[in-house]
Nanobody, 132 residues
Framework: EVQLVESGGGLVQPGGSLRLSCAASGFIFDEYAVGWFRQAPGKEREGLLC????????YISKSAQGRFTISRDNAKNTVYLQMNSLKPEDTAVYYC?????????????????????????WGQGTLVTVSS
Protein backbone atom coordinates (compact mmCIF):
# COMPACT_ATOMS: atom_id res chain seq x y z
CA GLU A 1 0.00 0.00 0.00
CA VAL A 2 1.35 3.39 -1.02
CA GLN A 3 1.55 5.76 1.92
CA LEU A 4 2.71 9.35 2.15
CA VAL A 5 3.00 11.16 5.46
CA GLU A 6 3.77 14.86 5.67
CA SER A 7 5.27 16.52 8.71
CA GLY A 8 6.97 19.73 9.72
CA GLY A 9 4.09 22.17 9.50
CA GLY A 10 3.38 24.75 12.17
CA LEU A 11 3.27 28.42 12.97
CA VAL A 12 6.03 30.62 11.58
CA GLN A 13 6.50 34.37 11.46
CA PRO A 14 6.55 36.26 8.17
CA GLY A 15 10.02 36.12 6.68
CA GLY A 16 10.77 32.85 8.42
CA SER A 17 11.60 29.42 7.05
CA LEU A 18 10.15 25.98 7.41
CA ARG A 19 11.06 22.57 6.07
CA LEU A 20 8.34 20.05 5.38
CA SER A 21 8.99 16.34 5.02
CA CYS A 22 7.09 13.72 3.09
CA ALA A 23 7.89 10.16 4.14
CA ALA A 24 6.91 7.51 1.63
CA SER A 25 6.36 3.79 1.98
CA GLY A 26 4.88 0.93 0.03
CA PHE A 27 6.48 1.64 -3.33
CA ILE A 28 9.86 1.95 -5.04
CA PHE A 29 10.43 5.56 -4.20
CA ASP A 30 13.03 6.48 -6.80
CA GLU A 31 10.70 5.34 -9.60
CA TYR A 32 8.06 7.89 -8.68
CA ALA A 33 7.58 11.58 -9.24
CA VAL A 34 6.71 13.47 -6.08
CA GLY A 35 5.01 16.85 -6.03
CA TRP A 36 4.13 19.40 -3.38
CA PHE A 37 0.76 21.09 -3.42
CA ARG A 38 -1.05 23.42 -1.08
CA GLN A 39 -4.61 24.44 -0.42
CA ALA A 40 -5.51 27.68 1.28
CA PRO A 41 -8.93 28.17 2.88
CA GLY A 42 -11.56 28.70 0.22
CA LYS A 43 -9.12 28.13 -2.64
CA GLU A 44 -8.34 25.30 -5.02
CA ARG A 45 -5.40 23.01 -4.45
CA GLU A 46 -2.33 24.51 -6.11
CA GLY A 47 0.73 22.70 -7.42
CA LEU A 48 4.03 24.17 -6.25
CA LEU A 49 6.96 22.02 -7.35
CA CYS A 50 7.60 18.51 -8.55
CA UNK A 51 10.57 16.18 -8.53
CA UNK A 52 10.82 13.37 -11.04
CA UNK A 53 14.21 12.32 -9.69
CA UNK A 54 16.85 13.62 -7.32
CA UNK A 55 18.32 15.94 -9.94
CA UNK A 56 15.25 17.49 -11.53
CA UNK A 57 12.90 20.11 -10.17
CA UNK A 58 9.89 21.36 -12.04
CA TYR A 59 8.56 24.65 -10.77
CA ILE A 60 4.82 24.79 -11.16
CA SER A 61 3.81 27.93 -9.34
CA LYS A 62 5.44 31.35 -9.67
CA SER A 63 4.91 31.83 -5.97
CA ALA A 64 7.36 28.99 -5.30
CA GLN A 65 10.15 30.23 -7.53
CA GLY A 66 13.03 31.80 -5.66
CA ARG A 67 11.66 30.85 -2.24
CA PHE A 68 10.83 27.14 -2.23
CA THR A 69 13.03 24.21 -3.11
CA ILE A 70 12.33 20.51 -3.31
CA SER A 71 14.84 17.81 -2.55
CA ARG A 72 14.62 14.08 -2.15
CA ASP A 73 16.59 11.48 -0.26
CA ASN A 74 15.86 8.21 -1.98
CA ALA A 75 17.75 6.27 0.69
CA LYS A 76 15.29 7.57 3.28
CA ASN A 77 12.26 7.51 0.99
CA THR A 78 11.67 11.13 1.88
CA VAL A 79 11.04 14.31 -0.05
CA TYR A 80 11.52 17.71 1.50
CA LEU A 81 10.06 21.12 0.80
CA GLN A 82 12.25 23.95 2.03
CA MET A 83 10.31 27.18 2.28
CA ASN A 84 12.05 30.49 2.86
CA SER A 85 10.88 34.09 3.12
CA LEU A 86 7.43 32.94 4.08
CA LYS A 87 4.50 35.29 3.69
CA PRO A 88 1.03 35.28 5.27
CA GLU A 89 -0.39 34.25 1.89
CA ASP A 90 1.62 31.03 2.14
CA THR A 91 -0.75 29.90 4.90
CA ALA A 92 -2.31 26.66 3.72
CA VAL A 93 -2.44 22.92 4.15
CA TYR A 94 0.53 21.46 2.31
CA TYR A 95 0.30 18.08 0.62
CA CYS A 96 2.76 15.79 -1.06
CA UNK A 97 1.64 13.51 -3.84
CA UNK A 98 3.27 10.74 -5.82
CA UNK A 99 2.82 9.11 -9.16
CA UNK A 100 4.75 6.58 -11.17
CA UNK A 101 4.91 8.89 -14.18
CA UNK A 102 7.26 11.86 -14.50
CA UNK A 103 6.20 15.32 -13.43
CA UNK A 104 3.90 17.02 -15.88
CA UNK A 105 3.47 20.78 -15.88
CA UNK A 106 0.80 22.41 -18.02
CA UNK A 107 0.43 25.95 -19.26
CA UNK A 108 -2.87 27.63 -20.02
CA UNK A 109 -1.54 30.79 -21.59
CA UNK A 110 -1.32 32.76 -18.39
CA UNK A 111 0.22 30.46 -15.85
CA UNK A 112 1.56 26.98 -15.36
CA UNK A 113 -0.23 24.38 -13.26
CA UNK A 114 -0.31 20.73 -12.33
CA UNK A 115 -3.31 18.44 -12.48
CA UNK A 116 -4.36 16.83 -9.24
CA UNK A 117 -5.59 13.86 -11.23
CA UNK A 118 -2.04 13.19 -12.47
CA UNK A 119 -1.10 11.98 -8.99
CA UNK A 120 -2.47 8.71 -7.65
CA UNK A 121 -1.30 8.91 -4.07
CA TRP A 122 -1.64 11.72 -1.55
CA GLY A 123 -0.64 12.42 2.00
CA GLN A 124 -3.01 13.75 4.63
CA GLY A 125 -1.50 17.23 4.61
CA THR A 126 0.26 19.41 7.14
CA LEU A 127 -0.87 22.89 8.13
CA VAL A 128 1.45 25.84 7.71
CA THR A 129 0.41 29.12 9.27
CA VAL A 130 2.41 32.25 8.57
CA SER A 131 1.50 34.94 11.04
CA SER A 132 3.02 37.37 13.48
Amino acid sequence: EVQLVESGGGLVQPGGSLRLSCAASGFIFDEYAVGWFRQAPGKEREGLLCSSDRWTTEYISKSAQGRFTISRDNAKNTVYLQMNSLKPEDTAVYYCAADRRSCRVYYNGTHSYAKITDFNSWGQGTLVTVSS
